[in-house]
Structures are given as structure tokens and as C-alpha cells.
RNA sequence: GGUCCCUUCGUCUAGCCUGGUCCAGGACGCCAGGUUUUCAUCCUGGCAACACGGGUUCAAAUCCCGUAGGGAUCACCA
């Protein structure tokens, strides 16, 4: 007898996007077959006819493609319709279009008496004693007297998931079944089919799950919860449109995505990240999610915690999986993502910071356009860029008009700097911006000398000069490297910037 | 409520199977210093946990029993 290769499956049900702990168990499942040379199958668990939808199954794939989970046997990522084109041997890969297969396999089963018709659905029998041993959580066992009789096709014709999965698991020769701990419980209906229609029983894996940091199961209805409590505080009562659903959304009826977005865009809300493609927007790599979920609920045996996807295949194993749910925490995440876009070379960080921008933050188009400009701009961003999406907000002022620049002589820094002493740092800034004029060529690293001398030869500390330059240009004390910042500024804008903000006080 | 499962620093966890090397190690965060013209990065140090109660044993985070707390499931959803 030949022995099989190694084969897992992910097999996601396409009624949304993929959310952090589908991605986990992807990922795990993805890492255990690429450990063993084996197989990875990727199966679209479609048998809810009412709530599967086509923009799920193409956004999951796509997630997934993003996170670098490729498979073997499975929908053709890269075709216009994975439905119609998929890769593998023993598909299709969609249940719902694997019925005849199913309903052969529960006729045989009525046929045999092990399942009989119950109001047009078809129910199997549960009655006997049920023993299995999971990777993860060791012996499970139920009597037969706490198993009830279930339905294995719906009265819509269509197979209910613990049918399907069960006989498709066989079919592919999928040896070992990597999921969610709530089919923990499932598996004992799994077992009892297997064993009904004469197939060998698979390993079962388990994981536990990923909780919010409050305790609650992590789900995408954490997005609507999150706007449903701001749009009470900000006494929301209309959303424009359709007020019956909105109030029905405020009262938990729903959880519609258009309310939840409306009111964050209203409200300007931070929704929690759930989704795969959520922190894909938020500008976290895929290299730190994996790292970070993989960590969530497995680790390699000893301290250490980051790694690449290499490390995760050659270290992976079922034994080292925990028992005990997790909370999701995103600031171990950012840190983990803060150590990755370090860790990334130059050219790739500006390919990436380049594609954020443009797909979310027109306002830098401009900028991007400008290659001497944009370079600088990275060198000063990717040191202190926690995600990519934050780098927008932390170089916002190089991209703001000039007038949008706001200089407020109540703020701290402004006052410590411009304003003390007479206005001594305005002076010093006024002097300084006579001899910046001068400076041609205009750099950075000019600029910069240039503050160094100018503060030299008067023995003042550079910061005299450069805090009221970054207020000038920024209206804080927060920007880059002074040499980097010039680059990115340019001579004209920090010219014009520098006599805005003297005529704004000197007026005063 | 029935059934199944889980319980080490605030959080993720190592250690538990094969009791002593653990007055419990690492990471994130936090606190205090240092580097830096600002911010961030970076460096050093510090605070911080075996859920509780019994038992077994010379010895228990580790084994056993119980209690409490948490999660999952009990759908013609997956």
C-alpha cells in the first residue's frame, strides 16, 4: 500500500471577507503541508445558498494571495471566474457543485437505514458512542445518550456542511483536518459519517480561538458595535436614506456594513481591524500578521518570537498548538509590523509605501511623482513608520497648502519656542531665513551645515534654530531629520512657510 | 441548563506529558535612565503571574479530586 502525501485543506465558506483567525487557520494548515512536502487545497464551502455570494469567494482568495498562503488543488486565483476555472485533480472545489456526489452518498446511506427522511430534509442517525483523539486536545469522547440525530441534506437539496465536509475531506485525501475549536464539538457527527460511509478517519487539529481584547469572540460584527456606541453618543438619528433600518441598526437588529461606514466617515471613527484586508489597508505587511497570528496560539519551544515564513515551515507542529484561546493584541502586532518595515531594504519600502499612497492618500500624488523628493521622504518615514498608512498622517503638513499650515501662539511648543523671551526664537528665525535664502544649491544636507554654523559661530544649540524652523514648516516640533525634512520641503515652500509664520505673529 | 473544552505576569507565552536545575524564563506594553537638535527608532535597568481549596509525595506550576471563572456547542449556518 502506498502511503499518502500529506494533504490539508483550508475551506473557507464565502459569507464575507477573511477574517484574522480564518487567515490563522490557513495559515497553519498551509504551513503543516508545505512542512511534509505535501498538498494544500483551498475548497469553497458554498452549500448556504442564501447567504454564499461570489464577492466573498474572490475576496477570500485574494486575501489570501496577499498573505502568500498559496495552494495546490483549488479555484484559479488568477482567472476572471474561479468558478468555472480551477486548478487540481480531484475537484471542482466548490460544493456547490459537487451534488451528485453527495446525494450519492446519502442515498446510500438512507438505502442502508443509517438515515432516513424527515420533512423533506434527511436526517442521520446518531446511536452510538463516539471516541476520537484530536492533535491539539488530546481524547474526546461522547455518549451516544448526548448525540442527537442531524440533518445531512436540506430540504433545498442541498447538503448540510457536516456531510459535505466529511465526504469531500475523504475525496481529496485530505489526511489532516486543520480547524476551528467550535468544530470541536462537530467532529463527533464527522466521526460517526466517516465511520457510516466506510472512510478513514483523518487527524483532527484543533485551534482555540482569537478573542477580542474585552474577552468577546473577535467577529466583523465588532466594526458595527464599535459605530453602533459612537452614533448613540453623538445622538445619531438619521443616516440620510432608509431611517427604519438605521434605527433597526441602532437597536441590534442589523449590523449593516453601509451604517457602519457611514457613521465612522461621519464621526471620523477608527473601526477595529478584523478582516484580512483590513490591516492590509491599515499598511500592515504580510510578513508581520503571519508572524503575529502565527505566535497566537503556537510558538516554536523556545524564545523565539520573530520569524519568517521559512522558520514557521521547517518549526511547525501540531503538538506545539495551545489549548487556550488568545486576545488579539494590536500592539504587539504594530511592534511586530513597526520591526518589519525596519527590516525591509529601501527600495522595497518604497515600492510599498508608494502603492499605499496612491491607493488610499491622492493629496501625495504629487509628491510620489517626484522621485529626488519622494526617496527622501521615505529615508525619513520608514525609521518611524508604525504601519504604512500612518506615514500619510505623520507627513501630512509636506503635503498640505501652504496657508493650511496652522500656527496657534497658545500651543506649548510654539510658545517655547517663538514666543518666550520676546519672541526670541521668532528673531532667530527671521535672522537664520536671510542667510537659508542665500543657500544655493538648495539641499538638505546644505540646510543643515547650515544651522550647524550659523548656531556654532553664535555657541547656540542647533535646537534654537530647528525647532522654530519644524513649527515654521510644520506648525509642531515633530518632523524628520532637519536634512531630510529640507529635501522633502523644497527651498520655496520653506521660504514661504518661514515668512508666513513670522507675518502670522508679527501682526499679533 | 445539558454536553465538550480551557485556566502561568495587563496581554501573547516557555516550563507541565517524563515532579526537584523555577523564590518561574522570553516578548509586547508600562515605569525609570541613556542616545538623538524634535518625534520615532535604538540601548540599559525595573515592576509584574503558577485561579482557589484539598490530596499524593521527602519535594508540585508540574500528578489526582473538587470549586470558581471563561469559551464552544445544543440550526434544514458553516
Not at 529615508?379 to 496657534?408: C, K, M, S, W
Amino acid at each position: 500500500m502506498t502511503t499518502l502525501p500529506i494533504t490539508t485543506r483550508f475551506a473557507p465558506s464565502p459569507t464575507g471577507a477573511l477574517h484574522v483567525g480564518g487567515a490563522r487557520t490557513a495559515l497553519f494548515a498551509w504551513a503543516y503541508a508545505k512542512q511534509h512536502g505535501g498538498k494544500f487545497i483551498i475548497r469553497i464551502e458554498d452549500t448556504d445558498q442564501k447567504r454564499s455570494s461570489p464577492q466573498s469567494t474572490k475576496g477570500i482568495l485574494q486575501d489570501l494571495q496577499w498573505l502568500g498562503l498559496n495552494w495546490d488543488q483549488g479555484p484559479n486565483p488568477d482567472a476572471t471566474d474561479p468558478y468555472a476555472d480551477q486548478i487540481g485533480e480531484q475537484g471542482p472545489y466548490f460544493q456547490s457543485q459537487r451534488l451528485d456526489i453527495y446525494n450519492k452518498h446519502i442515498n446510500t446511506l438512507v438505502e442502508q437505514g443509517l438515515a432516513y427522511e424527515d420533512d423533506g430534509a434527511i436526517r442521520f442517525r446518531m446511536d452510538k458512542d463516539i471516541a476520537f483523539t484530536d492533535a491539539v486536545y488530546g481524547d474526546i469522547k461522547f455518549a451516544a445518550a448526548d448525540l442527537e440525530d442531524f440533518v445531512i441534506r436540506k430540504a433545498d437539496g442541498f447538503p448540510t456542511f457536516h456531510l459535505a465536509v466529511v465526504v469531500d475531506d475523504a475525496l481529496m485525501n485530505v489526511t489532516h483536518v486543520i480547524r476551528g475549536q467550535e468544530h470541536l464539538i462537530n467532529t463527533s457527527k464527522h466521526v460517526a459519517l466517516l465511520d457510516a460511509l466506510g472512510f478513514a478517519h483523518p487527524t483532527y487539529a484543533h485551534t482555540p480561538s482569537i478573542m477580542n481584547p474585552d474577552g468577546s469572540k473577535m467577529s466583523k460584527r465588532d466594526k458595527a458595535k464599535v459605530a453602533r456606541k459612537a452614533a448613540k453618543e453623538a445622538k445619531l438619528t438619521s443616516m440620510g436614506g432608509d431611517d427604519d433600518a438605521f434605527t433597526e441598526f441602532l437597536d441590534k437588529k442589523n449590523d449593516d456594513m453601509k451604517f457602519t461606514l457611514a457613521i465612522a466617515r461621519l464621526l471620523e471613527l477608527e473601526l477595529p481591524e478584523i478582516n484580512v484586508s483590513d490591516f492590509r489597508d491599515s499598511g500592515y505587511l504580510p510578513a508581520a500578521l503571519l508572524n503575529y497570528i502565527a505566535l497566537l496560539g503556537w510558538n516554536p519551544g523556545d524564545d523565539i518570537e520573530q520569524f519568517d515564513m521559512a522558520f514557521l515551515v521547517e518549526k511547525f507542529g501540531l503538538g506545539r498548538i495551545g489549548k487556550s484561546n488568545s486576545k488579539f493584541d494590536r500592539t504587539k502586532l504594530r511592534s511586530f509590523n513597526t520591526d518589519a518595515i525596519g527590516n525591509l531594504d529601501s527600495e522595497t519600502f518604497s515600492k510599498l509605501l508608494r502603492k499605499q499612497l496612491s491607493d488610499h492618500h491622492p493629496q501625495y500624488n504629487n509628491l510620489i511623482e517626484d522621485s529626488t523628493r519622494f526617496a527622501a521622504f521615505c529615508a525619513a518615514y520608514q525609521p518611524r513608520a508604525h504601519t504604512l498608512d500612518e506615514v500619510a498622517t505623520l507627513g501630512h503638513f509636506f503635503v498640505a497648502d501652504n496657508d493650511a499650515i496652522v500656527y496657534n501662539e497658545n500651543d506649548k511648543a510654539t510658545k517655547k519656542n517663538l514666543l518666550k523671551n520676546e519672541g526670541k526664537g521668532l528673531k532667530t528665525l527671521a535672522e537664520f531665513a536671510v542667510e537659508l535664502a542665500k543657500l544655493e544649491p538648495w539641499s538638505g544636507e546644505a540646510g543643515h551645515d547650515l544651522i550647524k554654523n550659523y548656531c556654532d559661530a553664535r555657541e547656540m544649540n542647533m535646537g534654537q534654530v530647528a525647532q522654530p524652523l519644524r513649527i515654521a514648516l510644520s506648525g509642531t516640533t515633530v518632523t524628520p531629520d532637519m536634512a531630510l525634512t529640507l529635501d522633502i520641503m523644497g527651498k520655496s515652500d520653506t521660504l514661504k512657510r518661514i515668512e508666513r509664520c513670522l507675518s502670522t505673529f508679527q501682526s499679533q
